[in-house]
């Protein structure tokens, strides 16, 4: 079993950065592959970026691609979601995701895990 507990959203003005955490415990955490999602106002939950056991291996959106920076740090059990250009369409509530298998992976039906969530709004 993994927890996750997600922190650092808050209110931001258009332009600004933000830095999501996603703190794990449970026996697993330091070996899952990671995802964060995001889930906009009346729109689906959709993939943000994903990292690897070992931070080898990301993937991001297109729509953050070069703006949002996935990374982990095993020794703390943390993966970290770094947000710089924030624009409106930014604005979600963003959730870490965990899987067993230690893989990055875009989809959210290979998460087994799943934190509540943390509110990123950005201003215009």
């Known amino acids: 079993q993994v927890q996750l507990v997600e922190s650092g959203g808050g209110l931001v003005q258009a332009g600004g950065s933000l830095r999501l955490s996603c703190a794990a415990s449970g026996r697993t955490s330091s070996s899952a592959g990671m995802g964060w999602f995001r889930q906009r106002p009346g729109k689906e939950r959709e993939f943000v970026a994903t990292?690897?056991?070992?931070?080898?291996?990301?993937y991001y959106a297109d729509s953050v691609k070069g703006r949002f920076t996935i990374s982990r740090d095993n020794a703390k059990n943390t993966v970290y979601l770094r947000m710089n250009s924030l624009t409106p369409e930014d604005t979600a509530v963003y959730s870490c995701?965990?899987?067993?298998?230690?893989?990055?992976?875009?989809?959210?039906?290979?998460?087994?895990?799943w934190g509540q969530g943390t509110q990123v709004t950005v201003s215009s």
């Open positions: 990292i690897n056991w070992n931070g080898g291996i990301t």
């Open positions: 995701a965990a899987n067993k298998l230690g893989r990055a992976t875009m989809s959210p039906y290979g998460y087994d895990y």
